[in-house]
């Protein structure tokens, strides 16, 4: 069983920065890419950023550029840096692994961009 904790998010203005953290239960990130997702009130669930167990990473154009994912191998944590924010990045942001034995998801991180 994976459990996906997450930490860290809040309240910034515009153009600041914020990180969410992804803590796992066991070593999994060197095994399974992880995915960040946000999702945003009355719109869908959008994907954000993968990093895989080689450490490369992806990212959705809408992100590109300011955000950045990476990994602490040590902590089994994934982080994603959030730098020059938009109104637009306001969501609940949710870290997710998928494993043969299971498709599993962080609790959800709430970001607010607002002035």
């Known amino acids: 069983q994976v459990q996906l904790v997450q930490s860290g998010g809040g309240w910034v203005q515009p153009g600041g920065s914020l990180r969410v953290s992804c803590a796992a239960s066991?070593?999994?990130?060197?095994?399974?890419?992880l995915d960040w997702y946000r999702q945003a009130p009355g719109k869908q669930r959008e994907l954000v950023a993968t990093?895989?167990?080689?450490?490369?990473?992806k990212y959705a154009n809408s992100v590109k550029g300011r955000f950045t994912c990476s990994r602490d191998n040590a902590k089994n944590t994934v982080y994603l840096q959030m730098n020059s924010l938009k109104p637009e990045d306001t969501a609940v942001y949710y870290c997710?692994?998928?494993?043969?034995?299971?498709?599993?998801w962080g609790q959800g991180t709430q970001v607010t961009v607002s002035s």
């Open positions: 990093i895989t167990p080689s450490g490369a990473t």
């Open positions: 066991g070593n999994i990130f060197s095994i399974y890419a």
């Open positions: 997710n692994v998928l494993t043969p034995s299971g498709d599993y």
